[in-house]
């Protein structure tokens, strides 16, 4: 017979969930099923794909000012938000849905933006 040092995770489980029984006085069918579960979790937590990007978090962030003209640069939403009085969750509100900050300002992460009527 040749052995190797692989285990069969299906009989480990198996064994687990025997000595688990033994230990806790649970039934068998509940133990397989803790230990079935809880081997699902861990897979699904070694699956997790990490976010890859931009390391810093920040996007630059541009306001334009309709009444002077001027297009104004920000490092980050949250700074903006800063300079403006809002919380940053707004900021992104307005570049989302495209509304202007007190008819006056809009927000953007367009470097070329152009202001086209209304």
Do not use: W
């Not at 040749?2 to 969930?17: E, R």
């Not at 033994?22 to 937590?45: F, H, M, P, W, Y």
């Not at 940053?88 to 009527?117: C, E, L, M, S």
């Amino acid at each position: 017979m040749k052995y190797s040092n692989k285990c069969d995770f299906d009989f480990t489980d198996n064994y687990m969930a025997l000595l688990a029984c033994i230990v806790t006085g649970l039934s068998v069918d509940e133990c397989v099923r803790k230990i079935a579960l809880q081997n699902r979790r861990d897979q699904k937590k070694k699956s997790n794909k990490k976010r890859t990007g931009n390391k810093s978090g920040c996007k630059e962030t541009y306001v334009f000012d309709i009444e002077t003209g001027e297009l104004h640069k920000f490092q980050s939403g949250k700074e903006a938000a800063q300079n403006f009085g809002l919380n940053p969750a707004g900021v992104g509100f307005y570049i989302q849905h495209k509304y202007k900050y007190k008819h006056r300002y809009i927000f953007t992460r367009n470097k070329d933006f152009k202001f086209k009527g209304k």
